[in-house]
């Protein structure tokens, strides 16, 4: 069964996944999708209004996707055809943020762990000004903020490979733009498939450890206080973000309160009075969880 699902834009970024693998194409009405025995795909079209609404509608139809990976070109700073894989993703125009839960280095072939990582920033029209460390493209955000409403951020995640940048401008013509994006993901094609290796292996037992306890704090706390299914999935996202992190939710504090809103509101302060340090190649930064 295939439990993760590729998200392009493009039929250029599409394409050479559909000659490397067995790819057949899939009746989903007006959704451009395909399926192997591994992974799904999906190309959503450019732009993250595009995004957001196929893989919610793409998500909600195949509820066995345990994993999303969204996989594309981007401008930046690095060289052209440099593969990065995204520890934050934003959107420049509303702010909005998201820290995918990188994998494991040990679990990553010797020849990957050294794989960059950067911030995706996802922009409403083309950029041409880089800042170091960061890339632009035009539709994580809406990959996120889609597949957050079924999945953790530690099923979530955005591979990006560098198409322009100060002295390599993209293309004039959608042609040889379409033709450079093929290019540079059929050079890249066998590092992206040791990445979807290890990804597919993590979300390859469905109940997995950290699935079932994060399942079974959500029953315990449904069984006595009521939720919605907007707020049991709310609830599961947040409980699966604690417990990622190591941060204990409390649940007999959580049982002891009185509605679903109160839950979810103590849960939030839990994470918020966490003091979170992480290190990316540039520099290391101190936050709160928010």
Known sequence: MSRLCIVTAMAAETRPFLDHWQFKAQQTGRLRSFRCEDYLLLQTGVGKLKAAASVSAFLQMNPEIHAVVNIGIAGGTEAINTLLMAHKIEDRATGAHWFPHLPNPRQMNPSMRKLPTCTVVTVDQPCDHYESG??????ASGVLSAATLYLSTTQIHS???????PSSPMPDSFKSIGQKTTQLIENRIDDIKKLLEILLCSCSDPVSTFNQQTQQLCELIQHKIHHTRNEQLALNRMLAKLHSLGIDPQLETCLKLENAAGVFHFLEQRLCETNIKYKTKYETVNRKEN
Do not use: A, F, R, T
């Open 134 to 139: 960061i890339v632009y493209d035009m539709e």
């Open 159 to 165: 591979i990006k490979i560098v198409s322009d940048n």
